[in-house]
């Protein structure tokens, strides 16, 4: 049966968001549409994530539930990491997937879909470069907020890390492509662009590197506002951080993980950079725009962590004073070097760092937000809040605010913080001139 209906379930990072996103606009354009809320779609898409053990079974425990109670199922796709990471022993593992398709074939699903129809279990995991990107149909829908790839993949092995291996190696989309979709997401709603890759401060085309790419992003009329996500410290160039200073859409925001504070864990985990460096990053960003909100990635224990690698990384986030900042337990993924070492470490202990590692966090949180309260700023209206009348909108540093306004999602409203929390803020909107 050809499917006349689709729901896509995203698990993993902004990217794999992104993919969702594109393979939605992708089906639509084949005529298939969206289920409403509650229906039962005739075409699932499992978009997954591999990062860490707990993600990617979380793709099988979706798949058990999509039997439904008379033993039918819908089509199932397994997209995404795990897709690529497991190919077709996929299919092996629950013989109710009927396409596997990784994250560099999504350009391939109309073709797999009619396999599929026809009683077939195609696998596709080749990874073409940027053959996905060509496929997708332009832009007609984007949040206020929109998301837009534009590197993808990673040459770093980190050696904990799936992702050169789920992703592919790094490769950037061109200059001129990424302008005509910004175009096409402002000119259908989009006040910000957040810019991805998985190094997405890797990216470059023809010698120019991200701050050209932002620089001229920043010459679109409509759009306010810029940021990007993930950067890795080896790309941080000095061209990068001075437009921190100068271009005034650039959002006072960066997610730069550094994963330990401990050098002898960093060189273990492959990560080319050591506290010391990436210290002297934080100084040099920080002296271009002294207001920036900084966000790290951490993870607890990795192989070998002793007590004491372990309180260097709260020394890292003391000295930096994150504004944000996500922490993991350690886990180990197959085929990657990490997974081999000796001395891994037991979970109990994972366990407290964790939470002692959280605690430090926290406090640095609650206390950048609290060093903004009394601040004017403005917010970009995003979405509803709990409350009538309540809208949720971000600050510059990518804070979550709640503001009383009848201004719609996509407004750009000035406030004054007045309240601050560990995760989010209160904000009180100016008076408007009267229209
Ligand atoms: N490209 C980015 C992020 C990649 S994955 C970077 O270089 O930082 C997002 C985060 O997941 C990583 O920053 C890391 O903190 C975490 N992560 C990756 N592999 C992991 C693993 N095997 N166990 C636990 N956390 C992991
Ligand atoms: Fe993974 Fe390291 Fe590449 Fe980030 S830089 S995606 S952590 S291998
Ligand atoms: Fe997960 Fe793949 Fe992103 S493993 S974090 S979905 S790149």
């Known amino acids: 049966m050809t499917p006349k209906t689709f729901k896509i379930k995203s698990f993993g990072c902004q990217m794999n968001v992104y993919d969702g996103e594109r393979m939605a606009e992708l089906l639509d354009a084949q005529g298939l549409s969206p289920a409403a809320d509650g229906d039962d779609p005739d075409l699932v898409v499992l978009n997954t994530c591999h990062i860490r053990e707990k993600a990617a079974e979380k793709a099988y425990s979706d798949i058990g539930r999509l039997r439904r109670e008379d033993g039918s199922k819908p089509l199932i796709a397994l997209a995404g990491c795990v897709a690529q990471a497991e190919g077709a022993e996929a299919k092996r593992r629950s013989p109710l997937i009927d396409i596997v398709v990784g994250p560099q074939a999504y350009h391939r699903l109309p ?28 832009r007609r829908r984007a949040a206020p907020s929109a998301f837009l790839t534009v590197q993808e993949g990673c040459d770093k092995f980190c050696t904990y890390c799936v992702v050169p ?3 592919g190696a790094e490769i950037s989309r061109p200059w001129h492509d990424i302008v005509t979709e910004a175009d096409a997401l402002v000119d259908c709603g989009a006040r910000e662009i957040v810019l991805l890759g998985q190094n997405v401060n890797a990216w470059s085309d023809d010698r120019r590197g991200l701050a050209d790419l932002i620089r001229a992003l920043a010459k679109i009329h409509g759009l306010e506002r810029i940021r990007y996500t993930t950067s890795h410290p080896a790309d941080m160039t000095d061209a990068l951080i001075a437009a921190h200073g100068e271009v005034d859409k650039l959002m006072p925001y960066l997610h730069l993980p550094v994963q330990s504070g401990s050098n002898r864990i960093l060189k273990a985990m492959n990560r080319s950079h050591s506290a010391e460096t990436y ?5 040099k960003v920080r002296g271009a725009r002294p207001d920036i909100a900084l966000s790290g990635d951490f993870i607890v224990g990795f192989p070998g962590e002793s ?3 372990f309180e260097a990384t709260l020394r890292m986030v003391d000295a930096v ?5 996500y922490s993991f337990k350690y886990s180990p993924r197959p085929g990657t070097p990490a997974a081999s070492m000796e001395d891994q470490i037991p979970r109990e202990i994972m366990d407290d760092r964790l939470q002692r590692l959280q605690a430090r966090i926290n406090e640095h949180q609650l206390a950048f937000n609290r060093s903004k309260v009394g601040v004017d700023t403005k917010l970009l209206i995003e979405r509803s809040g709990r409350h009538e009348g309540q809208m949720i909108g971000r600050s510059p540093w990518l804070q979550s605010v709640h503001v009383e ?13 007045v309240a601050a929390g560990p995760n989010s ?3 009180a909107e100016h008076q408007r001139a009267a229209a």
Do not use: H, N, Q
């Not at 210290?279 to 100084?283: K, Q, Y």
């Not at 004073?321 to 900042?325: E, L």
């Not at 306004?405 to 913080?417: E, K, N, R």
């Open 165 to 167: 291996y789920t992703r």
């Open 111 to 138: 073709e797999m879909l009619a396999e599929a129809s026809r009683g077939a279990r195609p696998v596709d995991t080749d990874m073409p470069a940027l053959s996905k990107f060509d496929a997708f149909p332009a």
């Open 321 to 325: 004073r994150y504004a944000a900042a």
């Open 405 to 417: 306004t009848d201004a719609p999602a996509g407004a750009i409203v000035a406030v004054t913080l």
């Open 279 to 283: 210290l002297a990053i934080v100084d």
């Open 425 to 427: 803020m209160a904000g």
């Open 307 to 309: 007590e004491d690698d």
